[in-house]
């Protein structure tokens, strides 16, 4: 392993000492398996003990900003349920439901959709044990079921909403030397962790990227997210339903986008493993491209503030500003203006749904454009 940047510092956090053995013993590790032991370690995972959400967490997210954004994506779920003639049992899946309150604002928008509710069986899919009780706490009266994984869901219609999921899920980064490929790697020196190259290889699997990358370039790969998507699309094409995910990124990954937030601030990723939460941009066209292979139709990629405009978000913010005055009313009008202006959470947040080949993709979305989306590659 080459080394290509470390902090120089001593693992200091008990995580960190036990990675820093593992190292020793048995070599360097994929930035996959650092994220992971990092976010999700039984003992001293990032999600394992800890609310990372809200003031003072680590990080925000769309639904903890405005209960709009929940009614609104849970309203369009509720609508391709009905453009799909309205099946009488579904599954609303969630994977990665934080604190509960998308599910909990979805249920409450969708509770006036006849025959909705009654139709539902809500299905929460999460890893840490303490968002666990938190999720209990705010849905308990809607009776969820937990899973440990996306493949323990009951196979019927699916109905499904991902947000700041995919961006948790492990990558992997290589950097392209010649026409070949270089992993990069943690690894170890004078008992600091380091970021280092492993020996450049020829890659199959990155074939494709010769051709909209030069070398020095980094790409990022995340195998668990399009395996997730593509069995999602499978029970999709195969019982109906949809899916929205929502996150950072764009259509194809290009750049080194592994970063490490802690207390709302940027910090260095290996400078403190277990205490800080780490995340990588979303690459939305290989999950699309997962989920056609699967059978199911895949949207255009839309940007976060165009779906909520679409939605409908500015009339329900005119209602939900009814009646309030002074530092509420800046704060809703602030929240409108961070969830969908270009300049906040409007564009760096891109959706894309997932819907059955024979029934529209879900409203707000368009669906996919082939041209449009190959010009994202030249
Ligand atoms: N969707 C929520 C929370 C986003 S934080 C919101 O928008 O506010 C990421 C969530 O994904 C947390 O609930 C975390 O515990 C969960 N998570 C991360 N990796 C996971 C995995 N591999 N399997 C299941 N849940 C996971």
């Known amino acids: 392993m080459v080394r290509v940047a470390g902090t120089g510092r001593a693992a200091v956090t008990p995580l960190g000492h036990l990675i820093a053995r593992r190292i020793a013993a048995t070599g360097p590790m ?49 609508q391709a349920w009905r453009d799909q003639g309205a099946p009488a049992r579904i599954v609303l899946a969630e ?33 840490s044990p303490a968002l666990r009780a938190v999720q209990a706490a705010r849905l308990g009266a809607h009776a969820p079921h937990w899973h440990d994984s996306l493949a323990d869901l009951p196979e019927g219609p699916l109905f499904l909403v991902a947000n700041e999921f995919f961006d948790a899920l492990p990558i992997r980064q290589f950097v392209r030397v010649g026409n070949e490929w270089a992993e ?87 400078a403190a493993p277990g205490e800080a939460d780490l995340t990588a941009h979303v690459a939305f066209a290989p999950l699309a491209a997962a989920a056609r292979a699967a059978g199911a139709g895949a949207s255009a990629l839309t940007a976060q503030g165009v779906l909520l405009e679409r939605l409908g978000i500015t009339e329900r913010a005119r209602v939900l500003a009814r009646g309030q005055t002074g530092a509420g009313l800046a704060s809703h009008i602030a929240a409108h203006r961070r969830l969908t202006h270009p300049q906040e959470m ?20 368009d669906p996919d454009q082939p041209k449009a989306a190959n010009a994202h590659h030249a």
């Open 346 to 365: 409007g564009n760096l947040f891109q959706a894309l749904a997932i819907h059955p080949l024979g029934a529209p993709p879900p409203p707000g979305f």
């Open 30 to 78: 994929t930035l996959a398996d650092f994220m992971a032991t990092c976010l999700l370690h039984p003992e001293h995972g990032y999600y394992t003990n800890r609310d990372p959400l809200g003031a003072a967490g680590d990080f925000t997210t769309a639904p903890e900003i405005s209960q709009m954004f929940g009614e609104l994506i849970g309203l369009a779920l509720a």
């Open 184 to 270: 990069r790697q943690v690894g170890l020196a004078d008992g600091a962790l380091i970021l280092g190259l492993a020996p450049p290889m020829p890659l199959a699997a990155l074939a494709h990227r010769l051709a909209d990358t030069r070398p020095g370039d980094v790409v990022e790969t995340c195998a668990p997210a399009e395996a997730m998507v593509a069995e999602i699309a499978r029970r999709i094409a195969a019982h109906g339903g949809a899916a929205i995910f929502i996150d950072y990124g764009g259509a194809t990954s290009l750049g080194d986008t592994f970063q490490a937030l802690r207390a709302h601030a940027p910090c260095d990723p290996l």
């Open 95 to 127: 994977p990665g439901p934080g604190r509960g309150t998308l599910m909990a604002d979805m249920l409450r928008a969708t509770a006036r959709v006849p025959g909705f509710a009654a139709a539902v069986g809500v299905h929460l899919v999460e890893a």
